[in-house]
């Protein structure tokens, strides 16, 4: 059974950090690209950031490139979310995905089969 248990989420002001962490567990991690995703309320899920399975290869959306970096650690089943200079529009709920036996990374929500429960970042102005 795969598990992905997210932490790190909380309350910050806006410029501050906050990172992320995801750890998996029931397969071998290596074999999953990995991508967080965030919901705010009353919005449609939205990608965020993905990782390759090995981590040479990562992607964005636009509106955090320069200032979120997803890595990952393979020999600690973790993915992280580095998340810098926030923003009040980036207060959502942060879900950590994982897309099993994949070369491709994909930035769309059904391309990935497995998901954590979800951790609220809220970024007050």
């Known amino acids: 059974q795969v598990q992905l248990v997210e932490s790190g989420g909380g309350l910050v002001q806006a410029g501050g950090s906050l990172r992320l962490s995801c750890a998996v567990s029931?397969?071998?991690?290596?074999?999953?690209?990995m991508g967080w995703f965030r919901q705010a309320p009353g919005k449609e899920p939205e990608f965020v950031a993905a990782i390759s399975r090995n981590g040479g290869s990562t992607y964005y959306t636009d509106s955090v490139k320069g200032r979120f970096t997803i890595s990952r650690d393979n020999a600690k089943n973790t993915v992280w979310l580095q998340m810098n200079s926030l923003k009040p529009d980036d207060t959502a709920i942060y879900y950590c995905a994982a897309d099993y036996l994949t070369w491709e990374v994909t930035t769309s929500p059904g391309g990935y089969e497995y998901w954590g429960q979800g951790t609220q970042v809220t970024v007050s102005s």
């Open positions: 029931g397969r071998t991690f290596s074999r999953f690209a």
